[in-house]
Structures are given as C-alpha cells and as structure tokens.
Nanobody, 115 residues
Framework: QVQLVESGGGLVQAGGSLRLSCSAS????????MSWYRQAPGTEREMVAG???????NYGDFVQGRFTVSRDNRKNAVYLQMNSLKPEDTAVYSC?????????WGQGTQVTVSS
C-alpha cells in the first residue's frame, strides 16, 4: 500500500500563503485522482482540491481561486499552493490517493490561520 506523507503546514497570518506537499512512497501516475481534503474540529471532512489522471482539476467552492493543486509524477508528489488564507481555512489538511476503488490517506498536516 502506498504511504502518503504531508508537510508544509504551520501557523500563518490571515492573507498569508502556505504550500503543502504530499509525498507518496509509490507511483502516483497510476492513481485515478490525487486530492487534498481538510477537516476542522467539529466539522466533516471536505474536499479542497483534486487532480485526476487526465490532469483536470477541481476545487471546493470555498477556494474561490485562492488555491492551486499540482502534481509531479516524477517525484511522486502532489502540492497545494494556498494564498490569501483566511482564519476559516484553519484545519488539518490530508492527502488522498484514489486507485482502483481504494483510497489511501496521509496523516495530515495542521494549518492554522490567525486573524
């Protein structure tokens, strides 16, 4: 099973930026989709951004052009560039790999945005 490790989270002021990385132990080129999800305390997990094997991208409605998802198959990595961060973006961000009906998850990285 592929292991996913996220990094790049931290504390940032509102309006700031962070770049999250997700490193996979296996070939992400086989994945149906690579996605970022987030979950804040007391809320359900929600999809932030996803990129499918064909390269198409989709984003949660709340992103509103502030985030960009990308992948580097040579490095087996997926990235999430987050700009214009808001306090409501505070959450644990997790990477997901969908492959053949199975889902792999990373442990997540904490993003905290102060006002």
């Amino acid at each position: 099973q592929v292991q996913l490790v996220e990094s790049g989270g931290g504390l940032v002021q509102a309006g700031g930026s962070l770049r999250l990385s997700c490193s996979a132990s296996g070939d992400i080129g086989r994945a149906t989709a690579m996605s970022w999800y987030r979950q804040a305390p007391g809320t359900e997990r929600e999809m932030v951004a996803g990129i499918i094997s064909a390269g198409n991208k989709n984003y949660g409605d709340f992103v509103q052009g502030r985030f960009t998802v990308s992948r580097d198959n040579r490095k087996n990595a997926v990235y999430l560039q987050m700009n214009s961060l808001k306090p409501e973006d505070t959450a644990v961000y997790s990477c997901n790999m969908a492959l053949g009906g199975h889902n792999c998850w990373g442990q997540g990285t904490q993003v905290t945005v102060s006002s």
